[in-house]
Structure formats: structure tokens, C-alpha cells
T-cell receptor, first 116, second 110 residues
């Protein structure tokens, strides 16, 4: 049963610290998405990659957030410096290659981030 | 105006009840529609796609009204395990991404 994995599952840090979140997409999936979920805003798309190339990161605060895919099995999302307003659940999702748009996305369990 | 709007609920229903959720979307170029389910403190998971002609999966029925730009989900014979948040999801033509509503919370009680 293939799954998206994310680490860490929980992170508590102090304002100003760097936070790195990791995601391993399902093997064979070529599209990876990063989302942030809060009670107020719901699920927001931060960035996404296809075949490791960033296609859209317009949802991401550029000054402090960065997303990369060093290889096909690893996606990272970094926040530097972190701020209390970054506290949220960060989900990674992956989707398989298909000509059909809106393909099902498979979500990881999320990283719960609390910035004090 | 939000792209995908849902009543946040919660909808409180007894076991065995029938419950329906609606969702409206603002972009007329929306072409694919889905319902995702999210359990408390878990990740969203696809519940079902929504087809133009309407579709059914067991106790769940999804309908699409393109003219009025709304989607519905009907749950019959509610179970305790149906308690979750139901996310309405839309894909806009030409985009590879999905737009999620904030979700409708359902609580099924004994």
C-alpha cells in the first residue's frame, strides 16, 4: 500500500529558527504539491513540482519560504526565519503522470508546525 | 468571492439519517469536481469524483449542476464512521492544480 511520507510529523520551534519539512512522494508519481492548512484559511496550495521542476510557487511567501526537489524521491519545504503565523499543518501530496488534469492527489500525513 | 464555498457546519445528525451538503464554485471554467474526506487530525483523502450525469458509490451520491455552478453530496443511512469534514474540490480547465473548499463538518451521533 504505497503512501506519501512526511517528516517530521510534529515540530515545535521558536520564532526565527529554520524549519525543514521533508516529503517522499509515492514511487512513480511525478507531480508533488505542498499545501498549508489552517482553521482560518483552509487548505492553501503553496507550490508544486512536475518531474522535479517547480511549476508554480505563487502561493508561497517568497521572502521566507523555499521549496525544492533534490531528486524524484524527496521534496523539501523550508521556512527561514519562521514566524508564529507560520503555525499550521503542512501537507505534501503527489499525483501520478497522466494527460488528464485534476488527477487524484494522494496526501501525506502532514507536519504539524508550531512556532512560538 | 471565494472560489469554492461550503457551509462549514457542523451538521449534527443521528445514525441512519440522510444528509446533504452543497458547494458552490465561482469559476465557470471549472471542469473537474471531487469530494474529499478529512478525518480529524488526518490528511484529506479522495471520496469520489463528481460526473456531469451524477454518480453514486454505495450510500454516497454526488451531483453536479453546471448551470448553477454547484455540487452536492448526499449521504444515506449515515454511520458513526461518516463523521468527518467533507471538502469540495474543483479543478479549473488548463490548470493542473485543485482548489479546495474549507469543508463541511459532519457529526453522526448514536
Amino acid at each position: 500500500d504505497a503512501r506519501v511520507t512526511q517528516t517530521p510529523r510534529h515540530k515545535v520551534t521558536e520564532m526565527g529558527q529554520e524549519v525543514t519539512m521533508r516529503c517522499q512522494p509515492i514511487l512513480g508519481h511525478n507531480t508533488v504539491f505542498w499545501y498549508r492548512q489552517t482553521m482560518m484559511q483552509g487548505l492553501e496550495l503553496l507550490a508544486y513540482f512536475r518531474n522535479r521542476a517547480p511549476l508554480d510557487d505563487s502561493g508561497m511567501p517568497k521572502d521566507r519560504f523555499s521549496a525544492e526537489m533534490p531528486d524524484a524521491t524527496l521534496a523539501t519545504l523550508k521556512i527561514q526565519p519562521s514566524e508564529p503565523r507560520d503555525s499550521a499543518v503542512y501537507f505534501c501530496a503527489s499525483a501520478r503522470p497522466t494527460p488528464r488534469v485534476g488527477e487524484t492527489q494522494y496526501f501525506g500525513p502532514g507536519t504539524r508546525l508550531l512556532v512560538l | 468571492r471565494k472560489e469554492v464555498e461550503q457551509d462549514p457546519g457542523p451538521f449534527n445528525v443521528p445514525e441512519g439519517a440522510t444528509v446533504a451538503f452543497n458547494c458552490t464554485y465561482s469559476n465557470s471554467a471549472s471542469q473537474s469536481f471531487f469530494w474529499y474526506r478529512q478525518d480529524c487530525r488526518k490528511e484529506p483523502k479522495l471520496l469520489m469524483s463528481v460526473y456531469s450525469s451524477g454518480n453514486e458509490d454505495g450510500r454516497f451520491t454526488a451531483q453536479l449542476n453546471r448551470a448553477s455552478q454547484y455540487i452536492s453530496l448526499l449521504i444515506r443511512d449515515s454511520k458513526l464512521s461518516d463523521s468527518a469534514t467533507y471538502l469540495c474540490v474543483v479543478n479549473i480547465a488548463g490548470y493542473s492544480t485543485l482548489t479546495f473548499g474549507k469543508g463541511t463538518m459532519l457529526l453522526v451521533s448514536p
